[in-house]
């Protein structure tokens, strides 16, 4: 299994800044897309952002020039910089990624795999 492990979410003021990283672990042999969604009560999950391997990124429009998504192929690491933050930013922010890992440690043969990170609570008071 690949895990995910977000992490920078917290409380801030409508306005001001956070930075999320979320770092993937687990016999990975190539990473595709990373990305970031969020979910608030009752709602389903929304795309905010996404990176491809080759660094190409789509943006939802409500965070376009608000919020920057970056990745560290070396590290296995994505990054969500939100600048701007507005109440309705306010939501839990999940970390997903897609790609190849090892069956098991030293394996030869990969699969596939689509995981999921824990989430990571983002509050903006107004």
């Known amino acids: 299994q690949v895990q995910l492990v977000e992490s920078g979410g917290g409380l801030v003021q409508a306005g001001g800044s956070l930075r999320l990283s979320c770092a993937a672990s687990g016999n990975i042999v190539s990473i595709n897309a990373m990305g970031w969604y969020r979910q608030t009560p009752g709602n389903q999950r929304e795309l905010v952002a996404t990176?491809?391997?080759?660094?190409?990124?789509t943006y939802a429009d409500s965070v376009k020039g608000r919020f920057t998504i970056s990745r560290d192929n070396a590290e296995n690491t994505v990054y969500l910089r939100m600048n701007s933050l507005k109440s309705e930013d306010t939501a839990v922010y999940y970390c997903h990624a897609n790609g190849r890992r090892k069956y098991f440690p030293g394996s030869i043969s990969s699969t596939s795999f689509s995981s999921w990170g824990q989430g990571t609570q983002v509050t903006v008071s107004s």
């Open positions: 990176i491809t391997g080759e660094l190409v990124t």
